[in-house]
Structure formats: C-alpha cells, structure tokens
Nanobody, 113 residues
C-alpha cells in the first residue's frame, strides 16, 4: 500500500504550469522528501528534494522553473512546475531517499510542443 499519494498531473502545452501534490501521514516523519520522475524507457531520476526545515535541492535541468515546498501541518509536499518543456513529460513520484516508502502510482505529466 502506498504511503504517499501523488496528484496534480495533467496535459499542458510547452510553457505552461502544473502544481503537483504529495500527501500522506508519513510526511510528518520529518524525512527529506524527494520528487522523482520516470519517462518511458528511462530510469527514475530525482528532480528535487526538500528537508524538514525547508532546505531545497534541484537538478540543473529544472532550476529556475520548479519550486518544491512543504507544509508539514497539512502533510503535503508541493512541486510547482513553471515553463514546462516536452522533456519534462514523465510520471512523477514522491518518496523519501532509500530506504524508500512503498511507491505510489505517481501522477502523469504530459507537455506538448
């Protein structure tokens, strides 16, 4: 059973925006929460992470376009994605670093040119 649930994906045109949410009681554990993405035929990769105190990390490809944030009171981590590119198309997942929680279904993001 998934311990974190992702939502907020959808289909947008290049340059558009989406806001993903990652919700679950395990957020209150206080661990780093990472957003990952997996495109067809590619390995799952880390996109960004946020610590319990709000410190953030982004891979170079999304710096300046994506913003990760955390609301511990609501057990939710957000990923605001702006200026989306077709190369951002993937299934997006959230989880803590290894050892991971059970993986959720993810949320599909599709960006058309």
């Amino acid at each position: 059973q998934a311990q974190l649930v992702e939502s907020g994906g959808g289909s947008v045109q290049a340059g558009g925006s989406l806001r993903l949410s990652c919700t679950g009681s395990r957020i209150s554990d206080g661990n780093i929460i990472q957003w990952y993405r997996q495109a067809p035929g590619k390995q799952r990769e880390v996109v960004a992470h946020v610590t319990n105190r709000g410190a953030t990390y982004y891979v170079d490809d999304v710096k300046g376009r994506f913003t990760i944030s955390r609301d511990n009171a609501k057990n939710t981590v957000f990923l605001q994605m702006n200026n989306l590119k077709p190369s951002d198309s993937a299934v997006y997942y959230c989880n803590k670093p290894f050892p991971h929680y059970n993986w959720g279904q993810g949320t599909q993001v599709t960006v058309s040119s």
